[in-house]
């Protein structure tokens, strides 16, 4: 078996409980040494607004998702099977999410970001088109706006909500002042926020020495922009891809 850079690694994993096993398991199988403490939650919103746009669901010509959470929460309420509107995602584990029922995408982009979905989307879009946009309450803009640039008339439908999870607060500082972790993940802009503010003006001293891993430029640039320095960052935008580069980080650190 190839010895990863990452055996003995001790990784703090931050994702929501529902999502972190999965990560964890992708560690332990390269050596790594999972420690998971989450800094988001998240929860399902409206259930009777999603229900009743469940219901209106074939008005519509694209189905857009950005996230496999948007997918787990909007498709309960979708009687299946019936024929669907086309659907995008903005990326393979998006993807793997409708695969799990059954489903499959006309559109993925090759670049997991909401710029690329919506660049290319946008030659598929005819004005007038309707497009429901199923995401969380924090979804950035910029896909909307694009796609309501090209004509198209798109609702937004708010199906989860994230917000920060501080039950682990204590169990992380201690972590941290003992230098107990090699390396931080992030997978989210609002990770990075809860991060922030679980450490406040500790973070420079708690976070020397860490490495910090984001898995893609988004939340890179939400952690620079906080003052954390990043020292990876995922070219494939996965769990996978986040692993990737943190055992070619650890490789050519020589830790």
């Given at each position: ?13 931050t ?8 990560f ?16 988001i ?13 469940a219901?209106?669901i074939?008005e519509?010509h694209w189905l857009?998702?950005?996230s496999a959470?948007?997918?787990?929460f ?6 299946l099977?019936?024929p669907?509107?086309?659907?995008a995602?903005?990326?393979r ?7 799990e029922?059954g489903l ?8 997991y ?5 919506a660049a ?9 088109d309707r ?8 979804a950035r803009?910029?896909l909307p ?17 994230t ?11 201690l ?6 972790l090699?390396a931080v ?8 926020d809860?991060?922030?503010?679980l450490l ?12 910090v ?10 952690a620079e922009r ?18 990737k ?5 650890f490789?050519?650190?020589g830790?």
């Amino acid at each position: 078996m190839t010895h990863s850079a990452l055996a003995g690694k001790t990784v703090l994993v931050t994702r929501g409980k529902e999502q972190a096993a999965s990560f964890s398991a992708k560690l332990r199988a390269v050596g790594a040494v999972p420690v998971e403490i989450p800094l988001i939650a998240i929860r399902p919103a409206a259930p009777e607004k999603i229900a009743a746009m469940a219901e209106r669901i074939n008005e519509y010509h694209w189905l857009i998702f950005t996230s496999a959470n948007a997918v787990r929460f909007f498709f309960p309420h979708v009687l299946l099977p019936q024929p669907l509107p086309k659907m995008a995602v903005v990326g393979r584990k998006t993807a793997a999410a409708l695969a799990e029922l059954g489903l499959s995408p006309a559109l993925v982009p090759d670049d997991y970001t909401a710029e690329r979905l919506a660049a290319a989307l946008v030659p598929h879009i005819k004005r007038g088109d309707r497009v429901l946009f199923v995401k969380g309450n924090l979804a950035r803009p910029t896909l909307p706006e694009s796609l309501r640039n090209a004509g198209a008339v798109v609702d937004e439908l708010t199906v989860y909500e994230t917000a920060p999870d501080e039950s682990g607060r204590e169990r992380l500082l201690l972590l941290l002042r003992r230098r107990e972790l090699d390396a931080v993940t992030l997978m989210s802009p609002s990770a990075v926020d809860s991060l922030v503010r679980l450490l406040d003006k500790e973070a420079d001293a708690l976070l020397s020495g860490v490495a910090v891993a984001c898995i893609g430029p988004v939340t890179k640039e939400a952690a620079e922009r906080a003052g954390i320095p990043v020292h990876i960052c995922a070219a494939d935008y996965t769990a996978d891809g986040i692993i990737k580069a943190m055992e070619q980080y650890f490789s050519m650190e020589g830790q």
